[in-house]
């Protein structure tokens, strides 16, 4: 096992915080309160005043005629979140998991929309953003949750107010602020699978007006998947990661936020298990099974053919700035984001000891994002947002597939070898207004209105390398293209609030995503038809919030249809080299959530959602699925949207027990339910997970002064095995792989707050 210790940064970082924290902190002052700011007593009495910026200003999340969940550092800790994929359960209609094969990406979809392919040439379907800077890739979007102030999810398009256009919705991160007192805390976490964490948080005043922070994580396990004949584990996590930033505060009218990050991952492979029979193709004898479908459950072994220095490295890293003045009725806004991603990734596909699906994949990706905003109020009425956006991105990446195993010839191996190299520069280019007015007293109407527009040039060459008696077959396939698309994307709601305590609202919204050229076009065929156009949805939208008077009780619902166009489907083709992306299908999506907390006595929390998507395609275009197609495949299906669950649901219970010396022992458990889920667009029925449910059981102690923390969990109580993510590439050796979540695992924690 790998180990990076943070323990010198760490050590000396808290000496200095701490010798500060000593000299300068208030212990009678309120407003320097240890980093936990939200004890356990103050939520177990009334329910907090939650903020969102879901139209890029602050507002209480029960005013804004959005729907949005929103999660601070206590939430996160009740859900048991270490990453961004522990939302999965605790959202209406989210399915966010860790992506196929990958250590690092993430797959996610909000309401049956997104994204799960990793390749640079699909952008994701869901936007992410920290601290207001949108991130282009699903790799390195596996966030690590270490020093954050509040997640929020934005469900539906956001198509007008955010940096780039999203058909799903937005998951928007932010991390704290440097604060103008001291405070910090370090926590130490261990568990089984070898689990080891170290979290640090420091943040200091140096004068009046600047103040700097420094957080830093490392996070250690050996995986939950072994290959018993060697002895190799899979699926760990060694990641380590910094954020330190910088405030400056000369005045009431001026502010700067200055942000540096860095993380570095070095991980063994991510293996999965192949669903299907592993089939190699004698060119002269036919198709022959190398290896026949697993049976019953899987018992988390694997082996591959890659070796145990070939894993799964990244290096993220990048810099932000963010500029406020304050101009009496204005507030003038500037973001400024730089983001660098590296990966040099070995993924097997097929999960498998064969060289069937393996490939390499070597990413330099550089993006540089700028956005202003002006933003108006009068302080009664009238409220508006206007802005500019721009964001450039380069990905140049190199991509080998070895495939020694895939071709055979009267019994005899066939070599086999592809490289591949592609440059992709995207140019994003956006301007954007949304106008709030209250036009009569507790009805107010909100609109907006967003012109995009996105050139993408894309350069790729691919070349094929045969054994004999093939080498004649060896070529190498070229192609350039660039395509610029635009569109308008507005949106409207009206909202009328009964009284303080409950409000309505119905909206409109357009999503964008535009299109782009398949990063698998490897013959003449797929070159003449590469591009593929951009795909929008229309979301209807109507909701009711409510909270009552005492702020012990707060229930959302929401009713939506959802019309999704050109949905960008990328299938299997007829040969092992076709992999056609398609604007293949229309949908129509229609969906209620709701989700609601309420407190009972002094001591207990109950919280939960449930959600429910009926998600369905009116058109899909593929010659496969038609019998009078010389492309007929009975195999195929498109019956089923995938990562669509019709139900889910998460209900947690929270219970404190006060102590006589001002302790509190805190007690929690949480089900969360999911609905069939199929993951893959090509159903396959190896590649659905029947309906499940997960358990969880937490419970912590915080001493009288809040200054040490203990904590200790089991997640996956029960020791569930269910299937999270799939790999669909059945034309390839009929490869058919799944990924499962953890089993059941367990883990103690110790915070000291300062």
Not at 525 to 530: G, H
């Amino acid at each position: 096992m790998k180990r990076t210790y943070l323990s010198l940064a760490v050590g000396l970082a808290l000496g200095a915080s701490a010798s500060v924290s000593a000299q300068s902190a208030d212990p009678a002052d309120p407003a320097q309160a240890p980093i936990a700011a939200s004890t356990a007593s103050e939520r177990a009495t009334t329910l907090d005043a939650i903020t969102v910026t879901a139209r890029r200003r602050v507002e209480s999340a029960q005013d804004v005629p959005v729907a949005v969940s929103a999660f601070d550092p206590d939430d996160l800790r009740d859900l048991q979140a270490s990453n961004v994929d522990g939302l999965q359960g605790a959202v209406p209609n989210l399915n966010i998991v860790q992506g196929r094969g990958s250590s690092n990406s993430v797959n996610v979809f909000i309401r049956g929309i997104g994204q799960p392919d990793a390749l640079q040439t699909f952008d994701p379907g869901v936007g992410m953003y920290v601290d207001d800077v949108y991130y282009s890739r699903i790799n390195g979007a596996l966030f690590s949750l270490f020093d954050i102030q509040q997640v929020e999810v934005l469900r539906g398009p956001q198509g007008t107010l955010y940096g780039k256009n999203s058909t799903g919705g937005a998951i928007k991160i932010t991390t704290r602020d440097p604060a103008q007192y001291s405070e910090g805390a370090v926590e130490l976490t261990v568990g089984d699978h070898g689990r080891l964490e170290q979290r640090f948080y420091g943040s200091t005043p140096f004068t009046d007006t600047i103040s700097a922070s420094l957080a830093a994580v490392n996070t250690d396990n050996d995986g939950y998947v072994e290959d018993p004949a060697s002895g190799r584990e899979f699926n760990e996590d060694d990641t380590s990661a910094a954020r330190l930033k910088l405030a400056v505060r000369p005045s009431d009218d001026f502010s700067a936020v200055f942000t540096v990050d860095y993380t570095r991952q070095d991980n063994a492979l991510t293996l999965g298990r192949p669903e299907a029979d592993l089939v190699q193709t004698d060119l002269l004898l036919g198709p022959v099974v190398l290896m026949p479908a697993p049976q019953g459950e899987w018992d988390f072994e694997a082996a591959t053919s890659f070796g145990p220095d070939q894993g799964q490295k990244l290096t993220h890293k990048g810099g932000a700035a963010t500029l406020s003045w304050n101009l009496g009725d204005w507030t003038l806004k500037s973001i400024t984001g730089y983001r660098r991603l590296e990966t040099q990734s070995f993924i097997d596909i097929d999960a498998s000891e064969y060289e069937l699906g393996d490939v390499y994949v070597g990413l330099n990706q550089r993006q540089v994002s700028q956005e202003l905003q002006a933003q108006f109020d009068n302080g009664d009425t009238l409220q508006a947002v206007y802005g500019l956006y721009y964001l450039n991105e380069v990905v140049p990446s190199e991509q080998i597939a070895f495939g020694d195993d895939i071709f055979a010839f009267a019994g005899a191996p066939v070599s086999f070898r592809r490289t591949i190299a592609d440059h992709l520069d995207t140019e994003s280019a956006a301007a954007f207004a949304h106008v709030t007015w209250e036009f009569v007293p507790s009805w107010t109407l909100s609109t907006g209105l967003r012109y995009t527009r996105e050139t993408k040039d894309y350069d790729r060459t691919t070349s094929t390398f045969w054994g004999a008696p093939f080498t004649a077959l060896d070529e190498t396939v070229a192609f350039s293209a660039e395509q610029t698309w635009d569109a308008w994307t507005p949106s409207i709601s009206l909202q009328k609030a009964f009284s303080e305590q409950v409000m309505a609202y119905v909206s409109a919204n357009r999503g964008f995503k535009s299109g782009g050229f398949n990063g698998r076009a490897n013959n003449a065929a797929e070159v003449a038809n590469a591009e593929f156009e951009p795909e929008t949805v229309w979301t209807y939208e109507a909701g009711v919030k409510m909270r009552s008077a005492n702020n012990r009780l707060q229930g959302n619902a929401t009713v939506f249809r959802s019309d999704y166009k050109d949905f960008q489907a990328r299938v299997a083709g007829e040969t092992p080299s076709e992999f056609p992306v398609i604007n293949a299908a229309e949908l129509t999506i229609d969906g209620v959530e709701f989700e609601g907390v309420a407190l009972l006595g002094e001591g207990t929390r109950i919280s939960g959602q449930v959600s429910y998507l009926d998600a369905s395609y009116d058109a899909f275009d593929d010659p496969r699925t038609d019998p009078s197609s010389p492309f007929y495949n009975a195999a195929v299906s498109h019956e089923h949207v995938p990562f669509s669950p019709e139900w889910s649901a998460r209900l947690a219970v929270t219970q404190n027990v006060y102590l006589d010396d001002g302790g509190i022992l805190t007690f929690g458990a949480d089900a969360s339910y999911r609905d069939d889920t199929w993951l893959s667009v090509d159903n396959r029925d190896v590649l659905r997970q029947d309906a499940y449910t997960v358990y969880g059981l937490f419970g912590g102690w915080d001493s009288p002064a809040n200054t040490w923390q203990v904590r200790a969990g089991v997640r996956n109580l029960s020791d569930e095995v269910y299937k999270t993510d799939g790999q669909e590439f059945s034309n390839v050796a009929n490869i058919q792989t799944a990924y499962y979540a953890w089993p059941r695992n367990y883990y103690a924690s110790l915070r000291y707050n300062f």
